[in-house]
């Protein structure tokens, strides 16, 4: 198979291309991103694109399955509009590309709460991004709505600290749907997730991605 991906800079992506270059299943797996990976490897081939100018990489876009895993904050954009443009935007230019290129089965990681009528701004982002994949009718759609992530080297103090109170009640029975998902896990479950062969369109919660990221095909 042959894998697309954008957001293969960040915490999930990274560990998404790892897992795939060791898959045997993937004979390619080309990313889209603004700056150039450090991995060599004869399976992946990177398009250092511009997200602003998707005319100019569109027809790049062609695979078997295409994964979605970008995001940022509104700290990092500087702006609910420069987030907009990250957490939708550039992602929904992807997936129409994908779809116009025949891509069959896209895999998007949203966020817990995802809802384009909720209050909570991140929330709605996601929510809209979630609407316009649907609309595109792929043949096959898979949505990962996970609640908070751990990642390696995490230089987000309230991501940390908030992972390390989540975890201490954890360990008393409480709040197991919340507790704290690696992107290592995530990655698994995606993989997972392209390797299914099913229609449709699905969502994957909480909770559930664990027990995802455990199945075998």
Known sequence: ?????????????????????????FKEIDVFVRKPLTINDSKLKTHVVDFEKPEEWKDLVKGDVAFSCLGTTLKTAGSKEAQ???????????AKS???????????????????????????????????????????????????????SSDRFGEVAGAKVIKFINKFGLLKSQKPLPTDVLAHAMINA???????????????????ANKHN
Not at 1 to 25: E, F, P, R, W, Y
Not at 84 to 94: E, L, M, S, W
């Open 1 to 25: 198979m042959k894998a697309l991906i954008i957001g293969a800079t960040g915490a999930t992506g990274k560990d998404l291309v790892h897992q795939l270059l060791q898959d045997s299943d």
């Open 84 to 94: 907009k443009k990250v957490d939708v935007d550039y992602q929904y230019n992807f």
């Open 98 to 152: 994908a779809k116009e290129n025949e891509v069959e089965d896209f895999i998007l990681v949203s966020a817990y709460g995802a809802s384009a009528t909720s209050k909570m701004f991140y929330s709605q982002l996601k929510g809209e991004l979630e609407e316009k994949i649907k609309k595109l009718h792929f043949n096959k759609v898979t949505i990962f709505q996970p609640g908070m992530l751990e990642r390696k």
């Open 194 to 212: 392209s390797k299914i062969k099913s229609n449709g369109y699905s969502k994957i919660k909480l909770g559930s991605i664990f027990s995802f």
